[in-house]
Nanobody, 128 residues
């Protein structure tokens, strides 16, 4: 069965960096677009970043653009989220997700309901 396993979360001070990883199994990874979402307590799940199958196209939310970088290694079945200049408001559980429509545009990739598979999440806490 399909599994997405996130790692790399933790506690970091404001201004610091973290790199999240999401290892995929049970699917043809290069045939999927991948996304990162996050959910803070009491809030809805929100889009963070997405990448198409070839890594040619990437998308970011306004709040993460310029600070976060999404990338993928299809040989390792892994997608990454490099997070720099972290802020307390970045505190959330971060989820990776896979979309079998491997090359759709931002309208779809920014919507959580368009993804087929989800990981269990990894906690990111940014202290002030």
């Amino acid at each position: 069965q399909v599994q997405l396993v996130e790692s790399g979360g933790g506690l970091v001070q404001a201004g610091g960096s973290l790199r999240l990883s999401c290892a995929a199994s049970g699917l043809t990874f290069s045939g999927y677009a991948m996304g990162w979402f996050r959910q803070a307590p009491g809030k809805e799940r929100e889009f963070v970043a997405a990448i198409n199958w070839s890594a040619k196209n990437t998308y970011y939310s306004d709040s993460t653009k310029g600070r976060f970088t999404i990338s993928r290694d299809n040989a390792k079945n892994t997608v990454y989220l490099q997070m720099n200049s972290l802020r307390p408001e970045d505190t959330a559980v971060y989820y990776c997700a896979a979309d079998r429509n491997y090359s759709r545009g931002s309208y779809y990739l920014t919507r959580a309901d368009q993804y087929d598979y989800w990981g269990q999440g990894t906690q990111v806490t940014v202290s002030s």
